[in-house]
């Protein structure tokens, strides 16, 4: 797919099934592949406990990451090896059931092992807020 892409708007040739962290992308048929690789899941509405603040965990992703939450943009990282990603969220909004992540993982370098995209588990979780120091 050579598509210009943008949140909420991905070309249905663009869409196909594609596992995270359970396969690489070799082991896929995509060996090759290099450029962007969009996800996007919907997630029950969720609050954080009194004191505590929702973060989402991207707990490894080769090259680079760009996540949004409803259309807007919560983060961008680059970890270069497979490292972790950890990015505040906005208050959501209450009058929604369901809200809609997307990530897209830009996938530059040469791989010998034919990895890219989320390669661990992305999650959302409550914590105490992290010291500026610590955001990814």
């Known amino acids: 797919c050579s598509a210009t892409i943008s949140p909420g708007c991905i070309p249905r ?18 060996e090759r592949m290099r450029g962007a690789l969009w996800y996007r899941e919907k997630f029950p509405a969720v609050r954080a406990p009194e004191g505590k603040k929702l973060y989402l965990l991207v707990c490894g992703f080769d090259d680079t990451l ?5 259309g807007h943009e919560v983060g961008k990282g680059s970890n270069g090896n497979f490292g ?5 969220l906005p ?3 209450s009058d929604r059931k369901e809200h809609t992540l ?8 040469i791989s ?17 807020p992290l010291p500026a120091a610590e955001k990814k």
Do not use: F, H
């Not at 972790?84 to 505040?88: F, K, R």
């Not at 997307?102 to 370098?109: E, F, S």
């Open 91 to 93: 208050e959501l909004p």
């Open 13 to 30: 040739d663009c869409v196909t099934g594609i596992k995270t962290y359970s396969a690489c992308l070799a082991e896929q048929g995509w």
């Open 84 to 88: 972790p990603g950890i990015y505040e």
């Open 112 to 128: 010998e092992l034919g990895t890219g995209g989320i390669i661990r588990p992305v999650c959302i979780i409550a914590r105490e």
């Open 102 to 109: 997307t990530i897209r993982v830009t996938n530059k370098a």
């Open 66 to 70: 760009t996540a949004w939450v409803n």
